[in-house]
């Protein structure tokens, strides 16, 4: 059954579908665009979007800065240091645009977003400036600055979805794939500068959701993560008139990842990010009820005191979280679960801390997205806490809670030794071209030897687990 689906001759034509914007022939387009993308996963799946945008309107794309004539940087603003390197990218820029006359700049994104026309001032050398919810105006932004004008659109939207816009799947594995579901987010977590910099929360057309899946699936891809800041807060009212005589007809999350799910058993669904406050029993009752929804939560934390929680605004306590993930075990057992974590948060005391250790083991995450607390203009947290915490309080706890997640993380791993479990193959390991490497359900990465295997990227197999790093499980095809 597998062999149909995974034809290799089917996925190669296809590939070649998908990178047709990178055309060889120079005269095929009338100028070409490189795109380089920083920060979340929403970040890169824009970029794709902005690929077929200017693709549509007549641009080629290259992977070569050299023979760009339009570089834009996909930017994010979520701690300052990721502002610091998208400042440092755009001065090696700077020497390419003055060794290639007539080459523009543009800034897309979350920096785009909150610098707003600030950047032009900021940094001279930027043509074009376009947020996240301007990217249709592209072409005609990019005619403008082409005139010698300066070209900004900041505007923020509260229906922009880009539903039916097929995104052009630019550093693409052919087995893997990222999905919006959902744009902006009405959460306002004190330390987060997404609200400001991405807008109010908006659901995509569910119908657009399932079709741009199910092209996916056809063309070869068998791991789909459905992206949102807050995804168990999508719903979506479609308007029933062809479905249901005028009955409008909603649609949830839970009933979205099924219907996802439901495009084949050989396609495995993700989801990323969960706010714990949100997510459902449905949800969970939905993931525990199909096995090819993988049994992977990430369940960002922020911070394990209750105090904390409550100036970040997360609106949950220490107990709850600690339940929420009671629950999931109780649904699925063996469900994966990741976290982000804070350190370093105005008034942060070192109970506070010594509170984030404590849930941080009871979770047992399998792996964590660990930050020092930086501040951020304009939000909630820099208008009224003060970012008290020492720099090196900051780097200490830091490493605390990097070592115990490296303990974590080990011990996770150890659980699986001797055990078996499914495979989808992503491509050959970084280590070694005489070894495959995939994931699990539970998102681990499980790299095993190639010999003897008849499968390859965008295939199942079996593998038993005999030894482990804190990072990789190593196994044997059975
Ligand atoms: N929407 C997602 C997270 C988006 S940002 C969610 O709610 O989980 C990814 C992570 O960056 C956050 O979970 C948080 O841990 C971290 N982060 C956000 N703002 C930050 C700040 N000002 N300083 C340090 N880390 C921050
Ligand atoms: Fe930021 Fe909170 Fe929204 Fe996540 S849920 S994007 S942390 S405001
Ligand atoms: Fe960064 Fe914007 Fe994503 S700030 S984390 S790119 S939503």
């Known amino acids: 059954m597998f062999d149909v689906v995974t034809d290799k001759t089917q996925d190669e034509s ?19 665009f490189y795109i380089e993308s920083y920060g979340c996963q929403m970040n ?8 077929s945008i200017l693709h549509g309107a007549g641009f080629g794309a290259t992977r070569n800065l050299e023979e760009a004539d339009l570089i834009f940087i996909n930017t994010c603003s979520i701690r300052e240091k990721a502002e610091q390197t998208v400042r440092k990218r755009l001065t090696e820029f700077r020497k390419l645009k003055m060794a290639r006359k007539g080459t523009l700049v543009g800034v897309l994104g979350c920096m785009a977003e909150r610098l707003k026309s600030k950047f032009l001032e900021e940094e001279k050398l930027v043509d074009i400036v376009v947020g996240p919810d301007a990217y249709r105006t592209l072409p005609g932004l990019v005619e403008e600055a082409e005139g010698g004008q300066k070209a900004v659109n900041v505007l923020l939207s509260r229906e922009e979805t880009y539903a039916d816009i097929a995104p052009i799947r630019l550093e693409s594995n052919g087995v893997n794939a990222f999905v919006s579901i959902m744009r902006g987010c009405n959460n306002m977590c004190s330390f987060c500068v997404v609200p400001f910099t991405r807008g109010r929360e908006r659901s995509r057309d569910a119908e657009s959701i399932i079709n741009e899946c199910r092209d996916l699936f056809e063309r070869g891809f068998r791991d789909i993560t459905l992206l949102g800041q807050n995804v168990d807060s999508y719903y979506y009212v479609a308007d029933g008139n062809q479905v249901d005589h005028g009955a409008q007809v909603a649609v949830t999350f839970a009933e979205l990842m099924e219907r996802v799910a439901s495009i084949s058993p050989l396609l495995r669904v993700r989801f990323s990010t969960s706010h714990p406050k949100d997510i459902t029993d449905d949800v969970l009752h939905v993931m525990a009820r199909h096995e090819n929804i993988c049994k992977y939560i990430h369940l960002p934390l922020q911070s394990g ?3 904390v929680l409550q100036l970040m605004n997360r609106t949950y306590t220490r107990e709850w979280y600690k339940a929420k993930v009671d629950r999931i075990r109780e649904i699925i057992p063996d469900c994966g679960i990741s976290s982000d974590i804070i350190v370093g948060f105005c008034t942060e005391t070192d109970e506070d801390h010594a509170d984030t250790l404590d849930v941080m083991r009871y979770s047992g995450y399998d792996l964590s997205y660990m930050f020092i607390y930086s501040e951020r203009p304009g939000t ?35 659980k699986d030794l001797g055990k078996e479990f499914r495979v989808l193959i992503e491509g050959e390991s970084k280590r070694s071209e005489l070894d495959w490497m995939g994931r699990n359900s539970q998102n681990k ?3 095993f030897p190639k010999e003897g295997v008849n499968a390859g990227p965008g295939e199942y197999v079996n593998v038993k687990v005999t030894e482990c790093t804190k990072a990789t499980l190593i196994g044997k095809v059975i």
Do not use: C, H, M, W
Not at 15 to 32: L, M, S, V
Not at 386 to 411: A, F, M, Y
């Open 44 to 51: 890169f799946a824009d970029s794709e979007v902005v690929a």
């Open 445 to 447: 990465v499980i790299v």
């Open 380 to 414: 909630l947290a820099a208008r009224r806490y003060k970012d008290d915490v020492p720099d090196d309080i900051k780097k200490k706890r830091l490493t605390e809670i990097v070592n115990l997640q490296n303990e974590l993380s080990l011990l996770s791993n150890q």
């Open 14 to 32: 296809r590939q070649g579908e998908a990178f047709a914007p990178f055309a060889q022939d120079p005269n095929t387009y009338k100028k070409r």
């Open 305 to 307: 005191s209750t105090r």
